[in-house]
């Protein structure tokens, strides 16, 4: 485990100094690019892809980022709205944001005490382990705010799922072969979750007539042909998405 967390730190020190490198082109392309974005995590995407190329690296390094961008400034940004674009949550009517605060709570008072004791038997560890403590509740941080900013987005032609910053597909509306709000229980397994937390029970499951790629974390990406999900407006979801 300990090897685990010194390779992790390691790995997040090598992307920001990858990163920081290139910072002034970075930002200069960034402003130069006018291309409409629904979230700014593409843009960057975009923008970093065009300085190192396509590939797993460039996933990541977005990914980073939009973590400290979120759990920073998220509180203070305004939410950008879309007249062409109709907005759905899938927090408000689950209880995630009331578990969230609970972790929260519980980790302000369990870092310093694990900390504590962990110095005891070795200081090293006892760092370690409060680093990466303390870097798992930054995501969080950065997550939550995420799906305060990122809701399923839908336009005329296209649907774009963005759970936090833990997963991110966009489907074509002509690419939807069947739509239901519940499957058996056997059929499940078929499909590829995009939820906040398992206990929470999809009420959208699409059918594809082709794969699409789910980009999860860590970069992990995945041909799927269906996905399921949780929407709090599924009446106007479905009206709007208007899938015969």
Known sequence: MGYFLYLWAIIEIVLIVYALYNIKKIISLYRKD?????????RLE?????????????????SEIMVFYFALFGWFIKK???????????????????????????SLIEVPVTHYFLSLWSETIAWVVTGVTLYGIIWL??????????PIRL???RVYLRIGLRAKVDVDVTNIETLTNSVSDESKEDYEPLLL????????YISLKECVEVVGLFGMRKEV??????????????D???VG
């Open 34 to 42: 006018k291309t409409r974005y629904y979230y700014p995590s593409d």
């Open 46 to 62: 975009n923008v970093l892809t065009q300085v190192y190329g396509k590939g797993k690296i460039v996933t990541l390094m977005v």
């Open 80 to 106: 950008k709205p879309f007249e062409d674009i109709a907005e759905y949550t899938y927090s408000k009517e689950t209880m995630y944001g009331v578990l969230f605060w609970v972790i929260m709570g519980v």
């Open 141 to 150: 941080l950065g997550d939550y705010k995420a799906i305060v900013h990122y």
């Open 155 to 157: 336009s005329a032609n």
């Open 197 to 204: 937390m398992t206990t929470i029970e999809p009420n959208v």
């Open 225 to 238: 042909d269906k996905i399921a999900f949780y929407v709090d407006d599924y009446d106007g979801f479905i």
């Open 240 to 242: 709007r998405l208007n």
